[in-house]
């Protein structure tokens, strides 16, 4: 590997992370309180407040160029986000999501009105502490516009609202512009869209539940990057946006597999994202062969490290991973960090809290041995 100095001053950066962060004992206790009615919104929100700013403080003494909240003050990576949206509401379902072995709690989306986005949104407050207490690029996530449409599709759409779903994709694409644009006007020069379920169009069984209900995946696939793209033309001047992809991540367990073979070329050149967080810590993400379609431009973070289990990787192990895409594209179009969140829901992934920072801090360490 090319010993020379290949660090970024940029984002995406050599060592970097999804997002999500195990929730501190502290915002545990206060949510179940606040949950409980003991304690009122403002008590709640002032421990989330001081929880956070330990924690970026904790990320930016390991090392880590971009920091983010932890995802601290949600329950959900995308519900939280969605049902603020005008027009969404969180509901209670049926049944929760089914993941291997286990399930989520019973909560959905329920599209009643006219999608848009509003510039009080609480996620544009939650940006604005992080950046305050960040020294570091503090990195703000927020859900693909796609979990909107997939999780529910039609079902989840009240029909006197949207008849027909072509106005739904248009004012869902438009909301995202505002959204994408709203945080690049709070100082947001680093947001990452996470994005599921392209992911879920590569494995046969999503494929075929998306049939049954009546869509055909392969269109849905051209939708997803229009919507994509809708939220990109929100980028503000000096803003990255990064897209990470994943196959499901509930309490150390997972939805779907299969290779990005189906949706590489769409993914890679039909999406105006700068670079991808790419899951590809176990056989069901496929190979490296895709990224050959990687435009020189763009970036791949290498998702190598599981934040499923604490069992930390050797440096020599996650340096081999690293040769093996390094045959697809070029050493300086890649990056490394888990391959998702440690909490993408509250609940968290099954390992402890010095397992999780042990592994940001041997990312962080390849990182600096291999790009210099």
Not at 29 to 45: F, H, K, N, V, Y
Not at 54 to 70: F, P, W
Not at 262 to 291: C, H, K, Q, T, W
């Amino acid at each position: 590997m090319d010993e020379k100095s290949m660090m970024r001053a940029r984002p995406p950066f050599r060592a970097d992370q999804v997002g999500s962060l195990l929730r501190s004992g502290p915002v545990k206790q206060a949510r179940t309180r606040r949950l409980a009615g003991e304690i009122s919104p403002i008590d709640l929100e002032a421990v989330e407040d001081a929880e956070i700013a330990k924690l970026v403080a904790k990320q930016e003494s390991i090392g880590l160029q971009a920091v983010t909240d932890g995802e601290f003050r949600r329950s959900w990576w995308h519900y939280d986000f969605l049902s603020k949206l005008d027009g969404v509401e969180l509901v209670s379902v049926a049944q929760g999501l089914q993941f291997k072995g286990t399930q989520t709690k019973a909560e959905g989306l329920h599209v009643h009105g006219r999608i848009d986005f509003s510039p009080s949104h609480p996620m544009l407050e939650h940006f604005r502490f992080l950046k305050s207490v960040a020294r570091a690029v503090p990195k703000m996530t927020i859900p693909s516009p796609t979990a909107l449409h997939f999780r529910g599709g039609r079902q989840a759409i009240e029909t006197s609202v949207y008849p027909e779903m072509a106005p739904f994709f248009e004012d869902l694409g438009k909301a995202y512009t505002k959204a994408v644009r709203a945080f690049g006007e709070a100082g947001c020069t680093y947001l990452q869209l996470d994005e599921v379920f392209v992911a879920y169009l590569c494995d046969d069984n999503q494929r075929q539940m998306l049939r049954d209900r009546g869509d055909d995946p392969d269109t849905l696939l051209h939708k997803y990057a229009e919507l994509v793209n809708a939220a990109c033309a929100g980028r503000t001047p000096g803003m990255t946006i990064s897209m990470h992809l994943c196959r499901g991540n509930f309490r150390s367990t997972w939805m779907a597999q299969g290779g990005y073979e189906r949706v590489a070329d769409i993914l890679f050149n039909g999406m105006n994202v700068d670079a991808y967080f790419m899951e590809y810590d176990s056989e069901r993400a496929g190979g490296f062969e895709p990224l050959r379609l990687l435009p020189r431009d763009k970036l791949a973070v290498l998702g190598v490290m599981t934040s499923k289990t604490g069992a930390l990787e050797s440096k020599d192990q996650l340096k081999r991973r690293i040769d093996e895409p390094a045959k697809f594209a070029l050493i300086e179009q890649l990056g490394l960090s888990p391959q998702c969140d440690f909490a993408s829901t509250e609940e968290g992934n099954l390992l402890a809290e010095d397992e999780q920072w042990a592994k940001l801090s041997r990312c962080v360490e390849v990182a600096r041995e291999v790009w210099g």
